[in-house]
């Protein structure tokens, strides 16, 4: 509660565009926030001291201008999010209409706040590249084998297989199976460490905690 408590208090929160926003969407945000810093004890809110601002629009936010589409194309086109995470001290962007949909949810995998925080996470080395800080001796090794072998997996599967606990938005490059994979561990955490328990325990050790075993403690 301290952490929830700190973020409202000491980060910017802004509604776009004349957006109403309560001290209840604040909280529910701060929240799910805290959730993902929860693990790293003190040093908590020091894991997203680059985030200093939290904009929230009311429903999918619309991007215009140029941008990189992947794999070196750059498209002009617009784009559709339910967030967005800016480097260094810029803002994270949120839909409130998916935030709201996805915290209701019992069963689903995504989580737009979870997912944008994972980006920030792995923006602290400079790089968002899908691997962030590793602080523990021997991580890396563990951390670079399973998530490429599993990245890989993602990207080559067919695509009559049943709906997958990590769906294809993974695939897309190593930073976005990161933060999808982030969604999931923290969302279907006993799904997650029966299908995939090497990277269960790669993702266990970094946040340095395990929902898998709280959910399972409860009633």
């Known amino acids: 509660m301290e952490m929830v408590t700190e973020l409202l208090w000491s980060r910017r929160w802004e509604g776009a565009r004349g957006f109403d926003l309560t001290d209840e969407m604040c909280t529910v945000i701060a929240a799910q926030v805290a959730l993902v810093c929860l693990g790293f004890e003190e040093e908590g809110l020091a894991a997203v001291h680059e985030l200093k601002t939290i904009i929230v629009h009311p429903r999918t936010i619309t991007l215009r201008g140029p941008h990189h589409d992947g794999g070196g194309l750059v498209s002009d086109g617009p784009r559709r999010l339910s967030g967005e995470a800016h480097d260094g001290t810029g803002p994270l962007l949120l839909a409130w209409d998916s935030v709201r ?33 590793l602080e523990q001796d021997g991580q890396m090794t563990s951390w670079v084998e399973v998530s490429t072998a599993e990245y890989e997996a993602v990207r080559n599967r067919s695509d009559h297989l049943p709906r997958p606990l990590i769906d294809d938005y993974a695939g897309t490059n190593t930073a976005e199976f990161f933060a999808v994979v982030s969604e999931v561990f923290f969302t279907r955490p006993v799904d997650m460490a029966a299908a995939h328990p090497d990277l269960y325990h790669c993702y266990r050790d970094f946040y340095r905690q395990d929902p898998a075993a709280r959910r399972r403690s409860q009633p």
Do not use: F, Q
């Open 101 to 133: 949909r996805e915290t209701r949810s019992r069963v689903g995998r995504r989580n737009v706040v979870i997912h944008e925080v994972a980006h920030k996470l792995d923006m602290l080395d400079g790089v968002i590249d899908g691997t962030p800080p």
